[in-house]
């Protein structure tokens, strides 16, 4: 039997071509469909439009957030490192901002007392200076060195070069005009600028001793004294002064302060001076304590048992020897 023929018969062929020839046509024409839209093309449904050059994009766009690098865990300091750093303990000031000279004066940091740290200021001993006198009235005797108000008319008050910053406190000086006459005086008071280095602005009755007070002005030397005197010396507390804050005065020294020191936990240690002739500890250190007052010749008188007793001179049993 023969096998059969692997030619197909005209009429099956006929009838495989007809749906062949349909698909082609129907893919041509949606071919040609999509060749005809006016936006050119099409991806997977979104639109892509060409930019129109020179127009700007109304905002820029957002560069994405860059993810934040791992923070490394802090090491713990060695205790072996000089650099390891340490908590430092802060302890607010006391009382209100109204506090007597704390807002006013200039803050200073208080340091160690040293005994290689020169005691006199401009006024040394055993120097004469030249320089005009005028006078004014004193008032109540009371000026900027806060001994508060006197009976003593022979005061002075020094210029503000050789006030410098109330070294001059207290200084006792013997003023002499040119035809002879002389004088002694203490300065209690700053005679503020324009008075020159090296005037002295006296009492009216302290002028007077020198010259006729119609001179008005004369010329005259003058030169530190360290008087004979009974009296001894006192320490002040200022007002508003407490275990927490404190400025401390000396009063009725023969020769001008150089320092005064206060004892703490650690040992002495000095206080800035101000202007008004107080010593102060900021920090309530050494306030109530025993205190050492050393002056411009290097003699240290201790005193102990001095309270605080603000706006009270309590007398020591203490004074420097005269020089």
């Not at 690098?69 to 607010?92: H, I, L, N």
């Not at 009235?137 to 006197?150: E, F, I, K, R």
């Not at 002499?176 to 020159?196: F, I, M, Q, Y």
Request: hydrophobic share 35%.
């Amino acid at each position: 039997m023969a096998s059969p023929s692997h030619r197909r018969s005209p009429g099956k062929w006929r009838n495989a071509l007809v749906p062949a020839v349909v698909v082609a046509a129907v893919a041509l024409a949606a071919s040609l469909l999509m060749a005809l839209r006016p936006d050119g093309a099409s991806t997977a449904g979104h639109t892509t439009t060409a930019p129109t050059t020179g127009s700007r994009s109304a905002s820029p766009p957002t560069p994405p957030s860059p993810k934040p690098a791992p923070k490394p865990k802090p090491k713990k300091p060695s205790k072996a490192s000089p650099d390891a750093p340490t908590a430092a303990k802060t302890t607010p000031p006391p009382g209100t901002a109204t506090a007597p000279a704390r807002s006013s004066a200039k803050s200073t940091t208080p340091q160690r007392a040293s005994g290689s740290a020169p005691l006199a200021g401009r006024i040394h001993p055993g120097t004469a200076y030249e320089g005009v006198a005028t006078f004014y009235d004193t008032g109540n005797g009371d000026g900027a060195c806060l001994y508060g108000p006197t009976a003593d008319v022979m005061t002075a008050a020094m210029n503000h070069t050789d006030y410098e910053t109330a070294k001059a406190c207290g200084a006792y000086i013997l003023v002499r005009a040119a035809g002879g006459a002389s004088v002694t005086v203490r300065v209690t008071n700053e005679c503020p600028l324009p008075c020159a280095p090296g005037q002295l602005d006296l009492s009216a009755q302290a002028f007077a001793k020198l010259a006729a007070p119609s001179a008005g002005r004369i010329p005259i030397t003058w030169s530190l004294l360290s008087p004979e005197t009974s009296d001894k010396i006192a320490i002040r507390y200022k007002t508003g002064s407490s275990s927490h804050w404190c400025g401390i005065q000396a009063t009725g020294h023969r020769n001008p302060l150089a320092r005064l020191e206060v004892r703490d936990g650690s040992g002495w240690r000095q206080l800035p001076r101000t202007e008004y002739n107080y010593f102060l500890s900021e920090q309530g250190s050494g306030c109530g304590g025993a205190i050492r007052i050393t002056d411009i010749y290097g003699e240290a008188l201790t005193v102990e048992g001095i309270s605080i007793r603000p706006d009270v001179a309590q007398p020591t049993r203490v004074q420097f020897a005269p020089r």
